[in-house]
Nanobody, 119 residues
């Protein structure tokens, strides 16, 4: 079992910055990768950024150059640093963990944190 707790969302003006945190609790040693997704009203959930257990990262094209994903293994926390925010970045941001142990593979999600960017 893994619990993911997000924090750091809020209201910010366009051009501003926010840092989201996702703290993982439980069987974190079996997490293969962690990702940030977002879902805007009326839109499908989309992948924003991912980081593997080896530290390899990927960032989606719409946020490339503005968002950075990182992690702190000492606290089992993944961060999403968001710079030069735009109104179209407004969404609920969700943390996701890809977990496996042997043949058992599971997806874990946090409850989400709201990010609102005003123009």
């Amino acid at each position: 079992q893994v619990q993911l707790v997000e924090s750091g969302g809020g209201l910010v003006q366009a051009g501003g910055s926010l840092r989201l945190s996702c703290a993982a609790h439980g069987s974190v040693y079996s997490i293969n990768s962690m990702c940030w997704y977002r879902q805007a009203p009326g839109k499908q959930r989309e992948l924003v950024a991912s980081i593997t257990s080896y530290g390899s990262t990927n960032v989606a094209a719409p946020v490339m150059g503005r968002f950075t994903i990182s992690r702190d293994d000492s606290t089992d926390t993944v961060y999403l640093q968001m710079e030069r925010l735009k109104p179209e970045d407004t969404a609920v941001y969700y943390c996701h963990a890809d977990w496996s142990a042997g043949w058992d593979r599971r997806d874990y999600w946090g409850l989400g944190t709201q990010v609102t960017v005003s123009s």
